[in-house]
Every structure is written in C-alpha cells, then in structure tokens.
C-alpha cells in the first residue's frame, strides 16, 4: 500500500480560502530540528526515523542540524537508516554521479541559472517518495534548496487553468543526443535501442528514432494527484520547469535555432497537445514563488522532502557547493489518484 510509505495521520482540514481582497497565506517555513553533538548520525537517524517521518508527514519536509554529515558515504547511512529501501534514477534530464544506490550528486546544471521549482521524476511511473538532501559545502552566496506546498500551489492557480490540467494531465517531450541534456545511457543506463525501447514500452511512453539515430519520445502524466494519507490535492509535476519558456531566453533562442522548435532537449504541453504560451509558465512560476520558502544551506545540515507534498527547486549560486541528492521509497506515480480540481476545492 502506498500509505505505509507515510505516517498514519488524521487527514488536515482543507487551507481555508480567501477572497480576491485578502492577502494569500504566508507559506510557512518547515521546522527546523537541532541536533548538536550528535556522534553516530546513522543511530540518530534510526532512534528519531518514526518521529522524523511524522514531522515531514504533517510539514511536507524537515531540516535537521548539527548531524555532521561531510561525505556521501554519511548520507548513504543515513538514508538507509530513514528510510525502507533507495530509489534509481531513471529517465534523468541531467547529468549526476551515482555515490551510492539511491545517493547522486546533484544535477548538473550552471550556478547561475535556477533549478525551478518541481516534484522529482513526477513524469516518471515510478517516483521516489522521500528525498533527502544534504550539505556537504555550503556555497559562498545562495545555492539555496527551496520548497514550496503542492496544495497551496494548486490553490493559487487561476481556477480555470488548474482544472484544465486536472481534467487532461500534461505531455512532456524529449530529445536525447550526445550535445544537449542527459544521454541515453545517463536517462535509461544503456544505449541498447532493444533496452530502451523495452523500457518506454514498460513505463508508457511513446518514442521515434530520428534519421541522425538521436532518440524522442512523447509521454502523458496526471498533473494533480491526491496525496496518499491525507488526501489532500497537490500540483505534482514539471509542467513548467521543462517548459521551454522557463529557459533564458538567449538559450531558449540558440536551441531552437541549432535544433528546431520539436529538437529541444525538453519541453511541456497541455494533455491535448496543445502548447503552453509563455504567460501560463509565467502564472504556474508565480504560484511557485508566491509559495516558496527558504533556509540557507550550513554544512553539515540534512533536509527530508516528501517528493509528492513538496515541491524543491535549486537556486543560482557563488562558490563551490556540494549537495548530496538521496532518493527512496519509490511509489508508483501513475497510481496515484487523479483529482478532479473543482470537485476538490
């Protein structure tokens, strides 16, 4: 069962609404736990694990300090003292090095571009439902991991856009070559055209091999889901962050010069087909940002995530910065339940 994933709790009376002269909620900074002196963080772990799934159950994350983690070495153990079993990536956009089953560096991806806001591998059928995160260094300015609420997410969304995404879901298209984005071997760990098709086969994606022997494919997902212990409704998905118009607009523009409007590494479209103009991305960021909450990074600290109440984004930074991505518990996402928006609200 996809609840023994979670703690068991009472589900949460629905976020009362407000009107269009009240101010929207302050999103609320999840807790912060202090923990210094501790020895052993992989016994620490174990002895706190139930009280820590309860906090990041009713909070949708948690970040713990004072654990001295210094390698991924440390969060390995603490992973698989937190949580019943890792998660392997797959279907990757960037790149990452692999420290450990279910432990990765983090992605790829320029300091000074942000990591906008999503739900990890929300376009796979198989998500993690936990992630960990944890500072190894800390960077000079910024680089920090932001979370914002699903629910709260969903419930600032123009009430006609959300509920066409709930009625249709969302396509994401890919392109895989060797000169932009994740290859075929860091996204399906083979290059192996009879493995990879096996794969979209088995996960319900739709795929063409282009005549230069590059790889697209086409897959539909549920853009809101109902969370499986409180049943509360979150906007799950990458329909922005993949989207084209979430790129700087000078890289946007080399893209789809050097490889066509269809040759982009990624890109988001309504369930029907139909593609996104750029100021429903922009409504979908401003939701993020309107929701997003954030705690700069010391060494050392461990951030727990539930993947399906909480979405993460990374921000720009200065200076080295070493964050450790731990993924475990994997669910089935395409199991969980769709939601109708306004049956929901």
């Known amino acids: ?28 900074t999840p807790p912060l736990i202090e923990a210094p002196g501790v020895s052993d963080a992989p016994a620490w772990a ?60 983090s992605s790829a991806w320029p300091p000074n571009q942000p990591m906008c806001m999503h739900h990890e591998l929300s376009y796979a059928t198989q998500c993690p439902a936990v992630m960990l995160f944890a500072c190894l260094q800390p960077p000079d300015e910024g680089g920090a991991t932001a979370v914002a609420d699903a629910t709260a997410v969903l419930r600032a969304l123009p009430a006609e856009l959300a509920d066409r995404f709930a009625r249709e879901g969302w396509l994401l298209t890919r392109s895989y070559n060797d000169e932009i984005g994740a290859t075929l ?30 790889l697209r494919t086409r897959q539909h997902r ?15 998905n990458q329909i922005a962050f993949l989207n084209e118009w979430t790129m700087a607009p000078e890289v946007r523009e080399f893209l789809v010069e050097e490889y066509g409007p ?10 029907n087909g139909d593609p996104l103009s750029q100021d429903v991305v922009e409504q ?47 669910v089935r996402a395409d199991h969980l339940a769709p939601v109708n928006r306004r049956a929901a609200a």
């Open 46 to 105: 174990a002895e706190q694990r139930e009280a820590l799934r309860d906090v990041v159950t009713d909070h949708g994350a948690v970040t713990i300090r004072g654990l001295g983690l210094r390698t991924p070495a440390d969060v390995e153990s603490v992973l698989r003292a937190l949580t019943d079993r890792p998660a392997t990536e797959r279907e990757a956009f960037a790149a990452r090095e692999l420290h450990a089953e279910g432990v990765y560096s």
């Open 185 to 214: 071997t860091q996204s399906f760990g083979t290059e192996d055209r009879d493995a990879v098709e096996a794969y979209c086969r088995a996960h319900a994606i739709d795929w063409s091999w282009q005549p230069d022997g590059s």
């Open 222 to 236: 549920n853009a809101v889901v109902r969370h499986p212990v409180s049943g509360l409704p979150c906007w799950f």
């Open 262 to 271: 269809d040759g982009l590494p990624f890109n988001t479209r309504y369930g």
């Open 1 to 28: 069962m996809l609840s023994g994933l979670f703690r068991k709790h009472t589900a949460p009376a629905a976020p009362a609404t407000h009107t269009v002269a009240d101010p929207p909620p302050t999103p609320r």
């Open 284 to 330: 979908i960021n401003q939701a993020y940002q309107a929701h997003t909450v954030r705690r700069p990074w010391q060494a050392g600290d461990l951030m727990i995530v539930d993947n399906i109440r909480t979405a993460h984004s990374r921000e720009a930074y200065e200076g080295p910065r070493e964050v450790v991505v731990a993924m475990a518990d994997p």
